[in-house]
T-cell receptor, first 114, second 114 residues
Framework: DGGITQSPKYLFRKEGQNVTLSCEQN?????MYWYRQDPGQGLRLIYY???????QKGDIAEGYSVSREKKESFPLTVTSAQKNPTAFYLC?????????????FGDGTRLSIL | GQQLNQSPQSMFIQEGEDVSMNCTSS?????WLWYKQDPGEGPVLLIA?????ELTSNGRLTAQFGITRKDSFLNISASIPSDVGIYFC??????????????FGKGTLLTVNP
């Protein structure tokens, strides 16, 4: 089945540790996005990529890094510089052919601090 | 940055009642999207709107793109228990150029009492 797969579903981070969240899509979408969701808040954009080997910072990129070496993969690293990493992280993708194609989301990764 | 005000923040209704929620923006949008999120899962696209004045239905759901291009509403008719969840509006600013970035509302938490 086509879709967006995020893994793991739950992740725990120790102080000072970097962790990487996986996002894979087999929808052949060009654009991919990472959002952070906190309780009672809307989704806030961390990073996005509209094409392989290119990505841009979103509204809250500090303390995060990404790579886009393959079209189907857009991993997010939460670095030790991110002092408040506990949140629900959502990955999304969309095709860029055709006008205004909407984003579709994976099922998220919940990150907690040990 | 752009701001999106979504209201109400939460709603408690009886099964069978109709529901209405809305979003207003501080800037003009050229796309409005409505998503539903179940606990622990990613948002699922319900309705996409692309033109001012557009009225679109998806089963018991109806959404409209406001004439001013700064607002949108979502109606749910004859609510059922599985309508429970968080409903998010999202908009794409007309000043975004080739970058497809969405601004999200903070969500409306809907509870349906059987």
């Amino acid at each position: 089945d086509g879709g967006i797969t995020q893994s793991p579903k739950y992740l725990f981070r120790k102080e000072g540790q970097n962790v990487t969240l996986s996002c894979e899509q087999n929808l052949n979408h060009d654009a991919m996005y990472w959002y952070r969701q906190d309780p009672g808040q809307g989704l806030r954009l961390i990073y996005y990529s509209q094409i392989v080997n290119d990505f841009q910072k979103g509204d809250i990129a500090e303390g995060y890094s990404v790579s886009r070496e393959k079209k189907e993969s857009f991993p997010l690293t939460v670095t030790s510089a991110q002092k408040n990493p506990t949140a629900f992280y959502l990955c999304a993708s969309r095709p860029t052919t055709g006008r205004n194609q909407p984003q579709h989301f994976g099922d998220g990764t919940r990150l907690s601090i040990l | 940055g752009q701001q999106l005000n979504q209201s109400p923040q939460s709603m408690f209704i009886q099964e069978g009642e109709d529901v209405s929620m809305n979003c207003t923006s501080s800037s003009i949008f050229n796309t409005w999207l409505w998503y539903k999120q179940d606990p622990g899962e990613g948002p699922v696209l319900l309705i996409a709107l692309y033109k001012a004045g557009e009225l679109t239905s998806n089963g018991r759901l109806t959404a409209q793109f406001g004439i001013t291009r700064k607002d949108s509403f979502l109606n749910i008719s004859a609510s059922i228990p599985s309508d429970v969840g968080i409903y998010f509006c999202a908009g794409r600013s007309s000043s975004g150029g080739s970058n497809y970035k969405l601004t999200f509302g903070k969500g409306t938490l809907l509870t349906v009492n059987p």
